[in-house]
C-alpha cells in the first residue's frame, strides 16, 4: 500500500540559510500534518492542513511557513536556520473528511543545521 | 489541554523477563496509539486502541486501553534484544481534524 512520502530524507544546510521540506500524502487523504521531534524528544506538533487550508498551528515559529497545495502534497518552509532547528521532521496524512481522522505517518526528513 | 504521561521513561530488562509499560493522558481520548521508534528512525505504528476495553496483541507486545481510568499498557513478554527501542503512546480525537499528542517516550533496553 502507498505510504507517506517525505523528501528530501537528508538534508545539510547553514545558519541562516532556508530550507524546503516536502510531503506526499497518501492517495485520496486530504489532511497533513508537521511534527518536529528533536534529538530525545518526543514529536511536537507544528501544523495542520485540510483541504488546503491551515486548520490547527502548534509550536511553529515565526520563520517557519507552510501550506498544501492543490494536489493535497505539502511544503514546510524554514527560513532564518537556527542551529536548534536540527531535527527529525515528520509528516503525516489522514482521510479528515470522512469521519476516519487516524494518521499515518512519513519516514521523516532529517534537518541538520551548522 | 490534553497531556500524555509514560512510565517508565527508561527501562532495562533481561531477555526473557515480562515487563509493563504504562501510558497515562488528562482528558478524553478517542483513540490511543503505540509507536515504536528505533533510534534516528521513523515511527512505526504497533497498535491503534479505539475503545474501553480493547485489547490487541501482537508477537510478544500486548497492548489494552482503559478509557474509564485513561489508562493504556503495553505489556512485553518473554523479551528478547530486538525489542529494544523508544516506545511512545500518543492521543487524538477523532471527531477533529486535531493533532496526535505524543508522550516522553519510554526507552526500552534490552540486556542478553
Known amino acids: 500500500a502507498a505510504g507517506v512520502i517525505q523528501s528530501p530524507r537528508h538534508l545539510i544546510k547553514e545558519k541562516r540559510e532556508t530550507a524546503t521540506l516536502k510531503c506526499y500524502p497518501i492517495?485520496?487523504?486530504?489532511?497533513v500534518y508537521w511534527y518536529q521531534q528533536g534529538p530525545g524528544q518526543d514529536p511536537q506538533f507544528l501544523i495542520s492542513f485540510y483541504e488546503k487550508m491551515q486548520s490547527d498551528k502548534g509550536s511553529i515559529p515565526d520563520r517557519f511557513s507552510a501550506q498544501q497545495f492543490s494536489d493535497y502534497h505539502s511544503e514546510l518552509n524554514m527560513s532564518s536556520l537556527e542551529l536548534g532547528d536540527s531535527a527529525l521532521y515528520f509528516c503525516?496524512?489522514?482521510?479528515?473528511?470522512?469521519?476516519?481522522?487516524?494518521?499515518?505517518f512519513g519516514p521523516g526528513t532529517r534537518l541538520t543545521v551548522t | 489541554e490534553l497531556k500524555v504521561e509514560q512510565n517508565p521513561l527508561f527501562l532495562s530488562m533481561q531477555e526473557g523477563k515480562n515487563y509493563t509499560i504504562y501510558c497515562n493522558y488528562s482528558?478524553?481520548?478517542?483513540?490511543l496509539y503505540w509507536y515504536r521508534q528505533d533510534p534516528g528512525k521513523s515511527l512505526e505504528s504497533l497498535f491503534v486502541l479505539l475503545s474501553n476495553g480493547a485489547v490487541k496483541q501482537e508477537g510478544r507486545l500486548m497492548a489494552s486501553l482503559d478509557t474509564k481510568a485513561r489508562l493504556s499498557t503495553l505489556h512485553i513478554t518473554a523479551a528478547v534484544h530486538d525489542l529494544s527501542a523508544t516506545y511512545f503512546c500518543?492521543?487524538?480525537?477523532?471527531?477533529?481534524?486535531?493533532?496526535?499528542?505524543f508522550g516522553p517516550g519510554t526507552s526500552l533496553s534490552v540486556i542478553p
Open positions: 500518543a492521543v487524538d480525537k477523532k471527531t477533529s481534524y486535531d493533532k496526535v499528542i
Open positions: 503525516a496524512s489522514s482521510l479528515g473528511g470522512q469521519g476516519a481522522y487516524e494518521q499515518y
Open positions: 482528558t478524553t481520548s478517542d483513540r
Open positions: 492517495p485520496r487523504h486530504d489532511t
